[in-house]
């Protein structure tokens, strides 16, 4: 069954601690992207990554960190440094510019 | 201002028409883009449209494409209430081999019998 999974679905997090989201994909597709949603709004990136062991910086980068060791996973860490990290992330990939997502995680810091 | 530009909200009652604008500001751009997400899930691809295009019609969708005045729009024939969810318009240009999509910020479409 192809496609792009998200684990866990949600994620619960004290502050301080720094949490890593799980992103798995088997359609073999070069690019991989992570989005973070707010209520309202729309996706913004965070990072993303074209082939294995490069990646790049999106607009909202700070407090975020990831790595493409191989080329069906990409992993993001949300870390303490992040200020507000409650959100539904969402990652993607793609293979020539259709970009298709996962299901997301929400994570809820209390 | 932001880059692509949707109306926050759309009714309609069942059986109708529906149509989602979205203006966008990248003329550059390669891929056009129309997502739905439903509650709590991710984004599904409806369908999209490269820039050299005018239209696109698969099934019960048609996409428009006036890039002169960088709008988009999304039609849905005969709207059911399954079509229920957010709309999101997205963008993309190439750059050194990769496509970063662009996303507005959604429109919620309201289906009523």
């Known amino acids: 069954d192809g496609g792009i999974t998200q684990s866990p679905k949600y994620l619960f997090r004290k502050e301080g601690q720094n949490v890593t989201l799980s992103c798995e994909q088997n359609?073999?597709?070069?690019?991989m992207y992570w989005y973070r949603q707010d209520p309202g709004q729309g996706l913004r990136l965070i990072y993303y990554?074209?082939?294995?062991?490069?990646?790049q910086k999106g607009d909202i980068a700070e407090g975020y960190s990831v790595s493409r060791e191989k080329k069906e996973s990409f992993p993001l860490t949300v870390t303490s440094a992040q200020k507000n990290p409650t959100a539904f992330y969402l990652c993607?990939?793609?293979?020539?510019?259709?970009?298709?997502f996962g299901a997301g995680s929400r994570l809820t810091v209390l | 201002g932001e880059d692509v530009e949707q109306s926050l909200f759309l009714s309609v009652r069942e059986g109708d028409s529906s149509v989602i604008n979205c203006t966008y500001t990248?003329?550059?751009?390669?891929?056009l883009y129309w997502y739905k997400q439903e509650p709590g899930a991710g984004l599904q691809l409806l369908t999209y449209?490269?820039?050299?295009?005018d239209m696109k019609q698969d099934q019960r969708l048609t996409v428009l494409l006036n890039k002169k005045d960088k709008h988009l729009s999304l039609r849905i024939a005969d709207t059911q209430t399954g079509d229920s969810a957010i709309y999101f318009c997205?963008?993309?240009?190439?750059?050194?081999?990769?496509?970063?999509?662009?996303f507005g910020r959604g429109t919620s479409l309201i289906v009523h019998p």
């Open positions: 993607a990939s793609s293979l020539t510019g259709l970009v298709f």
């Open positions: 359609l073999n597709h070069d690019a």
């Open positions: 990554s074209q082939i294995v062991n490069d990646f």
């Open positions: 990248d003329s550059s751009s390669t891929y």
């Open positions: 449209i490269f820039s050299n295009m």
């Open positions: 997205a963008e993309s240009i190439e750059t050194g081999g990769s496509y970063i999509p662009t």
